[in-house]
């Protein structure tokens, strides 16, 4: 029996050895976290707790039971949420859909008695085509938009949403073009931004008006920012985000991470 067990460890250290020899990474697959372009052994204990585990929840009620298996990004989203809280300053998220990020935030935080504003801001109808750049459309981000349009990926049922976040109090529902629609909301200091649009121009033009509201310590949290594919994005971002002398952490979940 001993030498079996010898052998076995004997032929595992051998394929390993070649793996890596070859520049791949052999992983215990009974513990380990593969989700949303995401690989890691290190610790996911944080999906064990129970308050995230009742919030990723609400998320997932939503999006009408809908699971995109994503919970560290929103393990991230919550922590920034949590830390954002306690500065002055309102909510805002730009690209809401069928809002799980922000209920399962919403719920994290008992918002009802948070004593802010959540802005929710969004077309509610998809994105706009017209806003992506020639860069992207060489990229093919066009056609994946247009394809999600087309599956029904995009909540336009103004009725469905307001009736999931009609449990909360001081949630603003908002539903027009970003940036277009932003002048007209009468905005107060913002301690965290929320940015998913999926589209370079609409999210570099949001931080840009965002960020003379934001807060001292206020958070931006950047949904698609070091996500496969979505390089115009990070550009754009970079680029915007130099201007202010401020630099973007890349988290390996594809957000991107600010503080003022």
């Known amino acids: ?11 595992k250290h051998a394929v390993k050895s070649t793996l890596r020899g070859a520049g791949y990474e052999l992983f215990n697959r009974r513990n380990r976290y593969v989700e949303d372009g995401l690989l890691t052994v290190h610790n996911d204990h944080f999906r064990n707790d129970p308050e995230f585990r009742a919030a990723y929840k609400r998320g997932t009620l939503a ?3 809908v699971d995109p298996h ?7 989203a919550l ?3 949590r830390t954002a809280v306690k500065l002055p300053g309102d909510f805002v998220e730009c690209g809401v859909n069928a809002g799980f990020m922000s209920s399962a935030i919403l719920r994290s935080l008992n918002w009802s ?53 009609s449990e909360w109090r001081n949630v603003q529902l908002v539903r027009g073009l970003i940036p277009d629609i932003l002048a007209s909301i009468p905005f107060e ?17 949001a931080l840009r008006f965002f960020w003379k509201l934001l807060t001292p310590g206020g958070i931006v949290l950047l949904d698609d ?8 994005q990070t550009q754009a971002i970079d680029e915007v985000a130099a201007g202010f002398g401020v630099g973007v952490l890349s988290l390996p979940t594809g957000q991107g991470l600010i503080v003022k």
């Open 1 to 11: 029996m001993q030498g079996i067990r010898t052998l076995r460890d004997f032929i």
């Open 63 to 65: 999006s009408a039971g």
């Open 70 to 76: 994503f919970e560290w990004r929103v393990h991230v």
């Open 79 to 81: 922590w920034a949420a």
């Open 113 to 165: 008695h948070a004593g802010k504003q959540f802005y929710l801001i969004d077309t509610f109808a998809g994105p706009d085509l017209n806003q992506f750049s020639a860069d992207e459309i060489r990229r093919g981000r066009l056609q994946i938009a247009q394809d999600a349009v087309a599956a029904g990926a995009y909540v336009t049922d103004m009725d469905r949403v307001r009736r999931n976040f």
């Open 189 to 205: 200091p913002v301690a965290f931004l929320h940015l998913d649009l999926n589209c370079a121009f609409p999210e570099r033009e």
């Open 225 to 232: 920012y070091a996500y496969f594919g979505h390089t115009a």
